[in-house]
């Protein structure tokens, strides 16, 4: 078959490139470099073979690596190391419910079985830890349902069966097709550097307003109007009104965490939900809203509220922003002194 040759032809290409020997000695960094530059490689030959755009793939991959990052899920074991994609399948999925082997790799019997395991390397075998054939099979998978938005929502609804999962993959798919690359990356402080402002670490301290709760996040603390900052790259998920933080928007980056922006005194009317935001954009200002119905503000001094939250997969969780915003503020401060000194880099 065409479809066969097509394979082994990619087959070819991936490990034939010297990109992909591994040289044990080379820094985390460009390690990381090289799996970011193989993947996009790797997801654009699955567009051509399958049609399905080269951005849901990553964006599913994306989504499942960082969903399977801590190990608590039951995440690919095998060759971890070496693996540069995060596709995770089920083993009932991928070989079938009623298979009585779940490691089954017979293209075959998967498929008698009704498992969507393929073999995308031309091994003959569908072997659910391997990088093409799982990124083949995901994308046969997705392939099925049709190349619309629509058509991928609904074949991600029938995998994941949660509104949540969908919903940032969608996001994330709509980065990586913004930007038509895999690489995305870099940071800004939330508020701009030559502004008088302040902060430290309350993270986990009580809180009074709505009953007992602990506060989910820092403080910084500036002028009333000081510009408030994407700290990511992102999509806007939200923007509005929410008793506790006022007028308040929610970013979503490329590692699933949410970046929350509260008791804004207005918003950048530029954005709307579903926009895409780069480290440094202004996404709105510092005030005082909240602890209220729609509107109430001044109860408290002018600050940006900043809190980040995490998607496992199942639910979302806080952690301190502090560490991150420390760094951020460095990043940023000796950036400025490189480029004021007349270095780049
Ligand atoms: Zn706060």
Excluded: C
């Excluded at 990109?19 to 654009?44: D, I, M, N, P, Y």
């Excluded at 940032?168 to 097709?177: K, Q, T």
């Excluded at 502004?195 to 309350?202: D, F, I, K, L, V």
């Excluded at 639910?315 to 420390?326: C, I």
Aim: charged share 25%; aromatic share 14%; proline share 5%.
């Amino acid at each position: 078959m065409v479809y066969k040759l097509f394979v082994i032809v990619l087959l070819v290409s991936l490990f034939v490139s010297p990109a992909h020997l591994h040289a044990a000695s080379s820094k985390e960094e460009s390690t990381r470099g090289k799996a970011v530059k193989e993947r996009q490689s790797l997801f654009e030959h699955m567009e051509t073979i399958t049609g399905v755009p080269w951005y849901y793939l990553a964006a599913v991959d994306q989504y499942e690596r960082n969903i399977n990052k801590n190990g608590k899920e039951k995440g690919p074991s095998r060759q971890n190391k070496e693996r540069i994609t995060g596709f995770a399948f089920p083993p009932a999925f991928w070989s079938g419910m009623l298979n009585p082997n779940p490691d089954d790799t017979n293209p075959r019997t998967l498929s008698f079985f009704g498992g969507i395991g393929k073999d995308g390397d031309g091994d003959g075998k569908a072997d659910r830890f391997n990088d093409i054939d799982t990124a083949y099979t995901m994308a046969s998978y997705l392939a099925q349902f049709g190349f619309t938005e629509d058509d991928i929502r609904i074949a991600l609804w029938q995998y994941y069966a949660r509104d949540k999962s969908i919903e940032i993959i969608s996001e994330f798919s709509s980065i990586y097709e913004h930007y038509n690359r895999l690489d995305v990356s870099g940071s800004a402080f939330p508020v701009p550097l030559h502004y008088n402002y302040s902060y430290r670490s309350t993270w986990g301290d009580a809180r009074g307003w709505g009953g007992r709760r602990i506060h989910e996040g820092t403080d910084i603390f500036a002028g009333y109007g000081t510009p408030v900052r994407a700290t990511r790259h992102g999509v806007i998920e939200t923007r509005g009104w929410n008793p506790y933080g006022g007028w308040r928007v929610g970013i979503r980056d490329l590692d699933n965490v949410y970046h929350y922006y509260a008791h804004l005194n207005g918003f950048n009317k530029k954005y709307k939900i579903g926009d895409i935001v780069k480290p440094g954009d202004v996404i709105g200002y510092v005030g005082s809203s909240g602890y209220g119905k729609p509107g109430t503000a001044g109860k408290f001094p002018p600050h940006l509220h900043y809190g980040i939250y995490r998607d496992n997969g199942r639910t979302e969780f806080s952690y301190d922003p502090y560490p991150s915003l420390k760094r951020w503020e460095r990043e940023e401060a000796r950036n400025k002194k490189k480029s004021a000194s007349g270095k780049t880099g």
